[in-house]
């Protein structure tokens, strides 16, 4: 089994730290090692993966020059502004939950992260955004169809009935414009919804 993505969580306020923890909480693949305020985050402690931080004044966190491990900021705004190095990411503030998990795991695996609103892809020349987003539940089925599980596993790792996984899987399939189940994996782990 894979070990959890650690992360360690900064923001400007205990409330906002808290709400963060909390979107990685009952997120399976996910350890929160810690959290703090931001402006008083000096040094962040050995067995974390990546580095969360939620704050309105990027330029006064001392971690941001330290840091040995990726860094996520979350910023009010335009995010193009920002420079940052290869091992970290930006994303607006209203990014949803499972956006900030999505990019935690792909900084976590190495791999470079850029909001939608600052990269264009494309796929044969075409923009693939989402026609709807989808829910973590989906995210989470996705995943393990990834995996190579069927709808009957799926159903038993997740305590749910048969009808209901066929039901993710045909929604999961129809919002991201896929022609089958393998086709919708391609297209999730281009889009950046599965955890490597």
Do not use: C, W
């Not at 963060?20 to 909480?25: A, E, N, R, S």
């Not at 892809?121 to 955004?129: K, L, Q």
Request: proline share 3%; no cysteine; aromatic share 4%.
């Amino acid at each position: 089994m894979q070990l959890p993505t650690r992360v360690f969580i900064a923001a400007d306020t205990d409330a906002e730290a808290r709400k963060l923890v909390q979107t990685f909480k009952q997120s399976p693949g996910f350890a929160v090692a810690g959290f703090g305020l931001a402006d008083r985050l000096i040094q962040v402690r050995d067995g974390v993966d990546v580095i969360l931080i939620h704050s309105s004044e990027l330029g006064r966190i001392p971690a941001r020059s330290q840091a040995t491990v990726p860094i996520l900021y979350l910023v009010q705004g335009e995010t193009r502004t920002l420079r940052l190095d290869r091992a970290s990411a930006v994303l607006r503030q209203d990014a949803s939950p499972a956006q900030i998990r999505a990019a935690t795991a792909a900084l976590a695996a190495g791999l470079h992260v850029e909001s939608l609103s600052t990269t264009a892809f494309s796929d044969d020349g075409a923009d693939f955004a989402l026609q709807e987003a989808l829910t973590d539940r989906e995210i989470g089925v996705l995943n393990l169809i990834a995996e190579g599980l069927t709808n009957p596993e799926i159903a038993r790792r997740l305590s749910i009935s048969r009808n209901t996984v066929k039901f993710h899987v045909s929604s999961i399939i129809a919002k991201l414009g896929a022609a089958s189940r393998t086709d919708a994996v391609t297209l999730g782990m281009k889009r950046g919804l599965i955890i490597v």
